[in-house]
């Protein structure tokens, strides 16, 4: 299976990007950040900006202890732009 990558420059250290599709994450370990494309019902992308540098990202971060990315994802949301 082929999968995605691209890489970018964060805080001068290049950074790789790897995009799974997938229905577990079992076998990825450790799971670092968790960002989630959500779509409404006009197939719109919920974007939201960073309090700090105001740039446009989709909701996200990092886990928590023993958290699932599944509940991260869930926290991030709220946390950043109050969807639940």
């Not at 999968?3 to 799974?20: A, C, D, K, P």
């Not at 577990?24 to 992308?45: A, H, L, R």
């Not at 939201?48 to 949301?77: M, S, V, Y």
Request: charged residues 25%; glycine residues 8%; proline residues 5%.
């Amino acid at each position: 299976m082929q999968h995605l990558q691209s890489s970018y420059v964060f805080n001068g250290q290049e950074v790789g990007v790897t995009w799974i599709k997938t229905n577990t994450f079992k076998k990825f370990s450790p799971i670092t950040q968790v960002y989630g494309i959500c779509f409404n019902d006009k197939n719109e992308i919920l974007i939201c900006r960073e309090k700090i540098d105001k740039k446009w990202q989709i909701p996200g971060g990092h886990p928590e202890n023993g958290e699932t990315p599944e509940a991260t994802l869930i926290r991030e949301l709220e946390e950043e732009t109050d969807v639940k």
